[in-house]
């Protein structure tokens, strides 16, 4: 691998990482570990932004070995590792603190979840790291935001889950509050973390001053529940558990065909209600008073879910969906990931995407999140190795090879 270093002297690797897309323009350094804000750096990074993830040297991030592996490869890491570099350093040390401001002398944006403080009591505030880089853009995502009683708590995206309200909606009606079975609150933070660093990279291009972020996990997917907290200020109204349901219309459920598969439909419109009231042999409910008003048909979701489940099964799944869409009624099947891959549709929007690893050959992954016309993302490579580029970005930096050893043997990186 050939290193040199760019115009503003940000240590490059050339010969491996051909970067393109909008955001090629862009240095990110990520400090940040597991979900939510790696996972903003990796949006960055598919769209062409130079990500440096920057790892502990004795403590790798945690998303490495979290969830399934093969070849003692962590599967998880492949994809939120994607298309950055890796190096590691000891944010602590002295020596650390030295290269790490060195490396946001350069940057645009640095991304960091450690608990509010950390950052501070290291001499990495946002104002030393900017005192030479009034441009940085800092993002610091926490699980509770850097102030307020439980802004120093230890708090994962489960937390944010529970305390949002998003659990205590979620679940059968007589079950307990449900979980989600993946990281929601964080990847639906660093959606959002994302959002907030290219807006205030657009700010920047009309002042030429940068700022510090603070995102909460739990505000993002507390957004996520739409009007459930306006609800309650007015109304007083607070969102129970209706299992597949929704308080907001009907039919809206899964339901099971004649051939054992599953289906969900939706019917936001009331359009799409009466189309498929009508097909199941209903039409007399569409003539209620109520069946104009979604809340209404959610109160009378017994009956109308009685009339769709009898009438699916008992006919198969192809059957069903050839109908609906006859209908041109809403309807989907209950995917597994072994149908994702082999859906036709998500073929024909490239939304799996085939990545070839060094040492597992090719390997499929969830492709970049949109299609754009002139300047699209791509995925250059999967997660790499522990520090792989820690030589390299020491080198850009001006470190010479002995250094370099002395750092590596000090535990600096």
């Known amino acids: 691998m050939t290193t040199t270093r760019d115009a503003r002297g940000w240590p490059s690797a050339t010969d491996d990482d051909n970067r393109v897309g909008p955001l090629a323009d862009l240095r990110v350094v990520d400090i940040a570990t597991l979900f939510a804000g790696p996972s903003a750096a990796t949006i960055l990074a598919d769209f062409g932004a130079d990500v440096l993830k920057i790892e502990h040297p004795r403590q790798p991030d945690g998303a490495r070995t979290h969830g399934k592996s093969k070849a003692g490869k962590g599967l998880w890491w492949l994809m939120l590792g994607r298309n950055k570099r890796t190096a590691t350093l ?5 020596e650390g603190r030295e290269i790490m401001l060195a490396l946001a002398r350069e940057a645009d944006v640095v991304i960091e ?3 509010p403080g950390t950052l501070e009591r290291w001499g990495l505030d946002y104002e030393t790291l900017a005192a030479d880089n009034p441009g940085l853009v800092l993002a610091r995502v926490t699980g509770f935001g850097q102030a307020g009683p439980m802004a120093r708590r230890p708090a994962f995206g489960t937390l944010a889950e529970a305390m949002s309200g998003f659990a205590h909606s979620t679940g059968q009606p007589d079950g307990p509050p449900t979980l989600p079975p993946l990281a929601l609150a964080d990847n639906i933070a ?3 973390a994302a959002i907030a660093i290219l ?4 700010a920047r291009a009309g002042t030429g001053q940068g700022q510090a972020i603070d995102l909460a996990i739990i505000e993002p997917i507390l957004a996520m529940l739409g009007p459930q907290l306006l609800a309650f200020d007015q109304l007083g109204h607070v969102t129970q558990r209706a299992g597949n349901r929704s308080e907001n219309n009907a039919p809206r459920n899964t339901y099971l065909t004649k051939d054992g598969h599953w289906v969900a439909i939706s019917s936001s419109s009331t359009s799409v209600a009466q189309r498929v009231m009508r097909l199941v042999g209903r039409p007399d409910l569409v003539e209620q008073p109520w069946f104009v008003s979604g809340v209404e048909r959610a109160k009378h979701a017994d009956e109308i879910d009685d009339a769709v489940a009898r009438w699916i099964a008992d006919r198969p799944m192809s059957d069903v969906i050839a109908a609906f869409e006859a209908a041109h009624a809403a309807i989907a099947p209950v995917y597994d990931m072994s149908q994702v891959v082999a859906d036709e549709q998500l073929g024909a929007i490239g939304a799996i995407a085939t990545v070839d690893d060094p040492d597992l050959g090719p390997v499929r992954m ?4 949109f ?8 995925i250059r490579h999967t997660g790499r190795a522990h520090g792989a580029d820690t030589n390299a970005v020491l ?4 470190y010479d090879p ?3 050893a002395r750092l590596h043997a000090d535990g600096i990186v």
């Open 395 to 398: 080198a850009g930096l001006g």
């Open 371 to 378: 299609r754009m016309s002139k300047t699209p993302g791509a």
């Open 366 to 369: 969830q492709n970049v999140l």
């Open 190 to 192: 660093g959606l959002a």
């Open 402 to 404: 002995d250094t370099i």
């Open 113 to 115: 979840n450690f608990r």
């Open 90 to 94: 000891d944010l602590s040390t002295p």
């Open 199 to 202: 807006t205030a990279l657009h």
